[in-house]
């Protein structure tokens, strides 16, 4: 919980990150993607405050004490979603695994919300993996990255016939959420990789789904919010819009932010640290503190309140996840709109 | 290096500067993705590329190498010319490729069907559409109504650097881009925006621009804190 001027936020971070991308987890003959994936990674650490960067051989693998501090005993976060990312054919163990994620997890009860994964191009094995993942970690949601490098293929999208049998088998199983990470690479690699118009697709066909957009479709934030605003099952996950773009660059900041509360609304908005590639100690403070300027440049852009700031950092992802919130971080009855 | 080589070199690197990241709607030049170049006594341009991730995007990253070779070739002066990018994970895949003139599908086997054609254009109707953002806000600022923005065309706009981009855009796409036409018109079909469509336009042209500005953003911080640190190591 963070506290500021007597208001009181619960924080649910519903994008993070347990990785390990040291050298001895790196595939041979892949080390290459491995290195360049992750310091890819370090360079969005570089847009954050200065004295939040790591160097690259903690950036590589941070303990779990490290998170702990960073996340719950510093970053004000109350619970946290893991939301694995597996590239198994560049990480031995995989990047982040729902495993490797858990077994941490279960030394701290109730702190974490444990997401899984599926692959669309693994077949009946997936099935498989995916089921025993639900029944083993309770699972309500899935991450997916569709840029993901799979025995030759570069990705896939959401449309794909076998992604369509997964989310059916998901939905089966009580998955609730679908993380949608998109990134550069998809078959067949003429097409814009970081399209979103296939999330639209599946938000309709998948109507008991709740989607939601990992930073907010970036680099397509135009396409995106277009789709947004006309599925009522579409999220706006904030990884990456508050830890790139609030410190580094404060007006496009505002400017998202402007776009982001048009189009999608403060009730669909979801705070993720995406740590660790930053800290989410300032980014919470800095949110809670941020305003929308009195530029005439922003004037046509809706303003956020402290009740939108409570939703946006915590209370829209615990309805997501059925999050208990304690009475005295709830918002007073009839809701602020 | 001879003056006349030298002469070629400004040329070369100028015409780079007729280069853009289709994304990003920007000069290589301006974006600091031009590491070096040099052309040598006998015309060999050499251009050596490099760009804000091990992972940008290889359609795009594509089209900036192939874009950079045409131009140099077309420089008086460039006899031939090598575009190596670097410090990219299908940087040899591309350099290849367009050093064989081979074109998109047939330098990634089997992972595209089509050229980048259809891409670029996609691309360029963002940056109509952000353009468009551009040249109408300080004139409703001024108090242009939205439906005198679509009675407006682009003659009766005044001069700026913005219109003349916008005009540009528009061009390349094959849309009216001379006095005549209407300041508003749809990017794909280049018709004037119907009256009730024009506030929901112009919103899209705002979002698209933010949009754009936000990717750039984070893709030149991004670049600075990659090479910074490189620059640093090899110093």
């Keep these: 919980m963070y506290e500021k001027n007597g208001e009181k936020y619960f924080i649910v971070d519903s994008h993070m990150h347990y990785w390990n991308a040291a050298p001895d987890n790196w595939v041979p003959g892949a080390e290459q993607y491995a290195k360049g994936w992750i310091e890819c990674f370090h360079a969005y650490q570089g847009l954050g405050p200065k004295e939040t960067h790591w160097p690259i051989e903690k950036f590589q693998k941070y303990s779990e004490d490290d998170l702990m501090k960073d996340v719950f005993e510093d970053g004000y976060v109350d619970v946290a979603v893991f939301q694995p990312t597996y590239l198994k054919e560049w990480y031995k163990e995989g990047f982040n695994t729902t495993e490797r994620n858990a077994l941490m997890g279960e030394r701290h009860p109730g702190k974490f919300v444990y997401n899984t994964r599926f692959d669309p191009r693994d077949g009946d094995a997936g099935i498989e993996e995916l089921k025993r993942n639900v029944e083993r970690f309770g699972s309500r949601g899935v991450k997916l990255y569709t840029a993901e490098w799979n025995a030759g293929s570069r990705g896939y999208k959401l449309t794909d016939p076998a992604a369509y049998r997964f989310l059916e088998v998901a939905q089966g199983l009580g998955i609730k959420n679908i993380h949608v990470h998109k990134g550069p690479t998809i078959w067949p690699l003429d097409k814009d990789a970081f399209d979103v118009s296939d999330v639209d697709h599946a938000a309709t066909d998948f109507q008991e789904l709740n989607f939601i957009v990992e930073h907010v479709g970036l680099p397509r934030i135009e396409d995106f919010c277009f789709m947004a605003t006309q599925e009522p099952n579409v999220y706006a996950g904030l990884a990456v819009v508050i830890g790139g773009l609030m410190h580094a660059r404060p007006k496009f900041f505002a400017k998202v932010m402007g776009e982001l509360l048009f189009w999608v609304g403060e009730d669909k908005m979801t705070f993720g640290s995406d740590y660790a590639i930053w800290e989410p100690k300032w980014q919470v403070e800095g949110f809670v503190d941020w305003e929308m300027p009195n530029d005439p440049e922003f004037s046509d852009y809706p303003r956020l309140t402290t009740a939108g700031k409570k939703k946006i950092l915590g209370l829209n992802a615990a309805r997501l996840y059925d999050i208990k919130v304690p009475d005295e971080c709830q918002l007073p009855e009839p809701a602020v709109a | ?235």
Aim: glycine share 8%.
């Design chain 2, 1 to 235: 290096m001879t003056t006349a080589a030298t002469d070629v070199t400004s040329a070369a690197y100028a015409a780079l500067g007729s280069v853009r990241d289709p994304e990003l709607d920007e000069p290589i030049t301006d974006l600091g993705f031009v590491a070096s170049c040099t052309v040598s006594c006998d015309g060999r341009a050499r251009v050596r590329l490099r760009l804000p991730t091990y992972f940008c995007a290889p359609n795009f990253a594509f089209l900036m190498v192939a874009d950079a070779y045409d131009a140099l070739v077309a420089t008086p002066g460039v006899l031939a010319a090598e575009v190596e990018l670097e410090d990219h994970f299908a940087s040899d895949a591309i350099n290849a490729g367009v050093a064989a003139q081979a074109g998109f599908v047939a330098s990634f086997d089997g992972e595209a069907v089509a050229e980048l054609g259809d891409l670029r254009a996609q691309f360029l109707r963002k940056a109509v559409m952000a353009g468009t953002d551009q040249v109408c806000r300080p004139l409703a600022a001024a108090g242009a109504t939205p439906q005198r923005l679509r009675a407006m065309t682009l003659g009766d706009v005044p001069p700026s650097g913005e219109l003349d981009r916008l005009r540009q855009r528009r061009a390349e796409l094959g849309l009216p881009a001379g006095d005549a036409a209407p300041l508003l018109i749809d990017p794909v079909s280049g018709e004037r925006i119907a009256a009730e469509a024009v506030p929901l336009h112009l919103r899209r042209a705002r979002v698209t621009r933010a949009g754009i500005e936000a990717n750039t953003s984070i893709c030149s911080g991004m670049f600075g804190f990659r090479y910074a640190n490189h620059d640093r190591e090899v110093s």
